[in-house]
């Protein structure tokens, strides 16, 4: 049995991102494009089977570990599982911004749930880890898919989809963003009327929007900024509910020539966009 693995923690972009409703429970309905990036945290498992429980070798600033979605996501495959499992210490190398829109803690949670799946050989399948992740956040299903997908409901039901891989310059405004606060403005566009997308959308999805721009453009105008500046070079577009945004490119010079022109003080990374997450690709390669 092996006692230890590493595994990318890649993030996510939301392409395009539309509201078309609100369920009776408050929650925003979503079509949105999501698609990985080849960049973000890594987690690195080791089993303790001396010592039960789940440890974090290092908290994440401002997050106590039993509120980590690294540390919930373990619980719940123990609480699934039933039987008392090996104790585990997981290590983090955080490198995607936290309320950036990129998807960082639902991503970790979803190489939780599968590192740990293969760790403790649970032998459980994608839609039951999709299932178990739905209760820790909207964006986690995508993360343990795996596949680059057009996402419904709130971003639970998938269809594959094969964007362009693009490559990316994300940058990331200096201030961060809560989900609930922009989800609740009373300005937020909600009625965006429904699109069909053709299954396995291959298309440009920079002739869609994201409908948190405006009120995000409003209340930050560090996005605003970096908005302005980004699409003198083409289309740019708010990830998620943001801070971060991004533009697309067609080859990774030309985003690295954009990237190093950027005006002092910005930062954030230069990136390219997979339709497999690296996660997968990573998980395939052990088995
Ligand atoms: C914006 C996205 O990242 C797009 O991929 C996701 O929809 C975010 O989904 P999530 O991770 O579940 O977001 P959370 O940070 O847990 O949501 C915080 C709060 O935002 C509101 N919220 C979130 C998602 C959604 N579809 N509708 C909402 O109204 C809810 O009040 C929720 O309590
Ligand atoms: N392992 C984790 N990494 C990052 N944030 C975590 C983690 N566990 C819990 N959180 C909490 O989740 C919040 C959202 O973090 P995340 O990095 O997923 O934001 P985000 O990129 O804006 O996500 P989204 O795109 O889903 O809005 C953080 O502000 C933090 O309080």
């Known amino acids: 049995m092996s006692l230890g693995i590493t595994l990318?923690?890649?993030?996510?972009?939301?392409?395009?991102?539309?509201?078309?409703?609100?369920?009776p429970d408050g929650y925003h309905e979503l079509q949105t494009l999501f698609q990985f990036l080849d960049y973000g945290d890594e987690l690195t498992f080791t089993l303790t089977p001396e010592q039960p429980g789940v440890r974090l070798v290092e908290s994440v600033p401002d997050v106590p570990d039993d509120d980590n979605l690294i540390t919930r996501a373990a619980k719940a495959l123990m609480e699934h599982n039933g039987e008392?499992?090996?104790?585990?210490?997981i290590a983090i190398t955080k490198r995607l911004?936290?309320?950036?829109?990129?998807?960082?803690?639902?991503?970790?949670?979803?190489?939780?749930?599968?590192?740990?799946?293969?760790?403790?050989?649970?032998?459980?399948?994608?839609?039951?880890?999709?299932?178990?992740?739905?209760?820790?956040?909207?964006?986690?299903?995508?993360?343990v898919r795996g596949h680059a997908a057009f996402g419904e409901g709130v971003g639970e039901k998938l269809t594959n989809a094969n964007?362009?891989?693009?490559?990316?310059?994300?940058?990331?405004?200096?201030?961060?963003?809560?989900?609930?606060?922009?989800?609740?403005?009373?300005?937020?566009?909600?009625?965006?009327?429904?699109?069909?997308?053709?299954?396995?959308f291959e298309g440009d999805a920079s002739r869609y929007r994201n409908?948190?721009?405006g009120v995000v453009r409003?209340?930050?105008?560090?996005?605003?900024?970096?908005?302005?500046?980004?699409?003198?070079?083409?289309?740019?577009?708010?990830?998620?509910?943001?801070?971060?945004?991004?533009?697309?490119?067609?080859?990774?010079?030309?985003?690295r020539i954009i990237w190093e022109s950027k005006p002092s003080g910005v930062t954030g990374f230069v990136a390219k966009g997979v339709n497999?997450?690296?996660?997968?690709?990573?998980?395939?390669?052990?088995?």
């Open 8 to 23: 990318p923690s890649p993030a996510k972009l939301n392409l395009f991102l539309h509201i078309v409703g609100r369920r």
């Open 163 to 200: 964007p362009p891989e693009d490559w990316f310059v994300v940058i990331k405004p200096a201030c961060n963003i809560n989900t609930g606060k922009i989800f609740s403005e009373q300005g937020l566009t909600r009625n965006t009327p429904r699109i069909k997308i053709a299954p396995a």
């Open 211 to 213: 409908d948190c721009e």
């Open 97 to 143: 911004p936290m309320g950036g829109g990129l998807g960082g803690g639902s991503s970790n949670a979803a190489t939780t749930l599968l590192g740990l799946n293969y760790l403790w050989n649970l032998d459980l399948s994608i839609d039951q880890l999709a299932n178990i992740g739905l209760d820790l956040g909207a964006d986690v299903p995508v993360f």
């Open 84 to 89: 008392e499992l090996p104790g585990v210490t």
């Open 218 to 255: 409003e209340l930050y105008p560090e996005v605003n900024q970096s908005l302005e500046w980004l699409s003198k070079f083409g289309p740019a577009r708010l990830t998620g509910t943001g801070a971060c945004i991004f533009g697309r490119f067609p080859t990774e010079s030309a985003a």
């Open 276 to 287: 497999v997450s690296p996660l997968h690709t990573k998980l395939t390669e052990l088995k």
